[in-house]
């Protein structure tokens, strides 16, 4: 591990053995790795990297090069690759297909990065943060736990197929309606600062927080809607206090009970748009 320490050249060449590599936050220019067939772990970013040489990194499973020059990267020949970090580089096209046990990808801050995730079957977590997203698939990726892609272009996104989503963080895009209802182990809500119209929640047990500031929301339907384990058809009247209007600096407003001024279940938290009519 050689960082912050300002090295412009390094060479690696003999040390054929070597399985971990970090010269993160340096100022290389170049890293050949021809000779280092035995890597698992490269992370070389916050450097003046240009590009990268992966075809003798058969065993790579993690790759960091955010923050470098780095204009095209080939990962084609690292089928074993499970965490990619390319953010901030000028990266356009990505292609993963090879890379099936890729469970982590963070591709944020590339502006009109173009990747196809279909392959990706096993992908856990996205962030997608600030590439000018117009549109997303994740139709093939069910395991997504984590999905960050705020500060795109998206007018529509269908996560009802990702049964495992624990976050969602779609901020300051232009959705107009999005579907929660399928997301049974959904923990935290982001969609600040959409076009929202529509808040669509079921039966989400392990919600906890909704963060829907700065929308278009008419209505929040709760029908049928199980939000930490009560349901809401059956105390919405009794409820003394839903949801008020907000600012992001305000304090998140639980769920209350007249009766004991108790939480309902596991309470969740919500900041909606003023005059937002609950139904």
């Not at 280092?36 to 790759?63: A, H, P, R």
């Not at 008020?244 to 919500?270: C, K």
């Amino acid at each position: 591990q050689i960082n912050q320490c300002g090295i412009t050249s390094l060479d690696v060449s003999k040390n054929i053995k070597l399985t971990n590599l970090n010269v993160a936050n340096n100022a290389l220019t170049t890293l050949d790795l021809s000779n280092n067939e035995q890597l698992v772990s490269i992370s070389c970013g916050l450097n003046k990297i240009s590009s990268i040489d992966l075809s003798n990194q058969t065993n790579l499973t993690d790759l960091y090069i955010s923050d470098t020059f780095i204009d095209n990267i080939d990962v084609s020949m690292c089928p074993a690759l499970n965490s990619l970090v390319i953010s901030r580089t000028n990266i356009t096209k990505l292609d993963t297909s090879k890379n099936e046990a890729l469970a982590w990808i963070d591709i944020s801050a590339n502006p009109n990065i173009s990747f196809d995730l279909s392959n990706n079957k096993e992908l856990c977590a996205l962030y997608a943060i600030s590439c000018s997203l117009k549109s997303l698939d994740l139709s093939n990726n069910t395991k997504i736990e984590n999905l960050q892609i705020s500060a795109n272009e998206l007018k529509s996104i269908d996560v009802t197929g990702l049964p495992k989503l624990n976050t969602l963080i779609v901020n300051d895009n232009y959705l107009e309606s999005l579907d929660l209802s399928k997301n049974v182990n959904l923990s935290s809500v982001q969609c600040q600062r959409n076009k929202l119209k529509e808040l669509v929640l079921g039966n989400n047990p392990a919600l906890s927080s909704v963060d829907a500031y700065d929308n278009q929301i008419a209505t929040i339907d709760f029908t049928g809607t199980i939000i930490g384990g009560a349901n809401l058809d059956a105390v919405i009247e009794d409820c003394v206090l839903i949801c008020v209007g907000g600012s992001p600096e305000s304090d998140h407003i639980p769920f209350q009970h007249p009766s004991n001024d108790s939480y309902i279940g596991d309470s969740i938290a919500l900041i909606v748009d003023a005059g937002a009519e609950l139904k």
